[in-house]
């Protein structure tokens, strides 16, 4: 993996999105698992993980008035800012703009830049060798959820933000197969270290976004 400097598309005029998918489905794992939620895809990520299963790349450059007319039929006020990485694009007058519109606001991030304030829910993902970098950048957030091969080594949850949950995520094959080799690693991490919980992704069991 690497920690690259991220470029953020040209021409992406100010407040506005450049925006890979959106989409309204349940959320698929964590501590807000089963919850239905909308999906706002960012394009650009200042990582690269060898696991990366996720098209973040191109995307379309939207307003905030077209993205919320996007969303806005959905019977759902949740929204799950996602990526690639997130926090390259999202600024707190963005985060303010939805929420004076009624949403309530998660999000899922390496960790890697800071965590807004005005965000409802936070979920960090650190990746690799970055801990140290990501407790210092976001020392508290809601949720922390790592994902896990076989053989791959637990750090010390002190190691790590502060975080009302610690969720061991199982990584699935690239064409988003379940191994039962990490699932049973994970199971048998969790029984050893309980402070930790078990996530699967759902979604990709039940075939939904
Ligand atoms: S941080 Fe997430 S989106 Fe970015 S490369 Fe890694 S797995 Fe993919």
Same mark, same amino acid.
């Given at each position: 993996? =690497?920690w690259?400097?991220? @470029?953020?598309? *040209?021409?992406?005029?100010?407040?506005?999105?450049?925006?890979?998918?959106?989409?309204?489905?349940?959320?698929?794992? %964590?501590? =807000?698992?089963?919850?239905?939620?909308?999906?706002? *895809?960012?394009?650009?990520? /200042? +990582?690269?993980?060898d696991?990366?299963?996720?098209?973040?790349?191109?995307?379309?450059?939207?307003s905030?008035?077209?993205?919320?007319?996007?969303?806005? &039929?959905?019977?759902?006020?949740?929204?799950i800012?996602?990526g %690639?990485? &997130?926090?390259?694009q999202?600024?707190?007058?963005?985060?303010?703009?939805f @929420?004076?519109?009624?949403? !309530?606001q #998660?999000?899922?991030? /390496? %960790?890697? @830049?800071?965590?807004?304030g005005?965000?409802?829910?936070?979920?960090?993902?650190?990746? %690799?060798? $970055?801990l140290?970098?990501? @407790? *210092?950048?976001?020392?508290?957030? /809601?949720?922390? *959820?790592?994902?896990?091969?076989?053989?791959?080594?637990l &750090?010390?949850?002190?190691?790590l933000?502060? #975080?009302?949950?610690?969720?061991?995520s199982?990584v699935?094959?690239? $064409?988003?197969?379940?191994?039962?080799? /990490?699932?049973?690693?994970c199971? !048998? +991490?969790?029984?050893e270290? &309980?402070e930790? =919980?078990?996530?699967?992704?759902?979604h990709?069991?039940?075939?939904?976004?």
């Open positions: 993996m =690497r690259k400097s991220a @470029k953020l598309p *040209r021409q992406v005029p100010f407040m506005n999105l450049n925006v890979n998918e959106i989409f309204y489905s349940l959320q698929g794992e %964590g501590g =807000r698992q089963g919850e239905a939620s909308i999906f706002i *895809r960012l394009t650009c990520c /200042n +990582l690269s993980c696991f990366c299963d996720t098209d973040f790349e191109t995307g379309q450059n939207m905030l008035e077209e993205i919320l007319s996007e969303i806005s &039929p959905y019977h759902c006020r949740w929204i800012w996602t %690639g990485e &997130p926090t390259l999202l600024t707190d007058e963005v985060l303010l703009f @929420k004076s519109k009624g949403y !309530k #998660a999000i899922e991030s /390496n %960790g890697l @830049k800071p965590l807004s005005l965000l409802d829910y936070t979920v960090c993902s650190p990746k %690799g060798d $970055n140290a970098a990501v @407790k *210092r950048i976001n020392p508290k957030v /809601n949720e922390i *959820r790592l994902p896990v091969k076989s053989k791959d080594k &750090p010390e949850i002190q190691e933000p502060e #975080a009302d949950y610690y969720f061991l199982p699935f094959t690239s $064409n988003f197969q379940i191994t039962t080799e /990490n699932i049973n690693y199971v !048998k +991490l969790i029984k270290n &309980p930790w =919980r078990l996530s699967v992704q759902l990709k069991l039940i075939n939904i976004p």
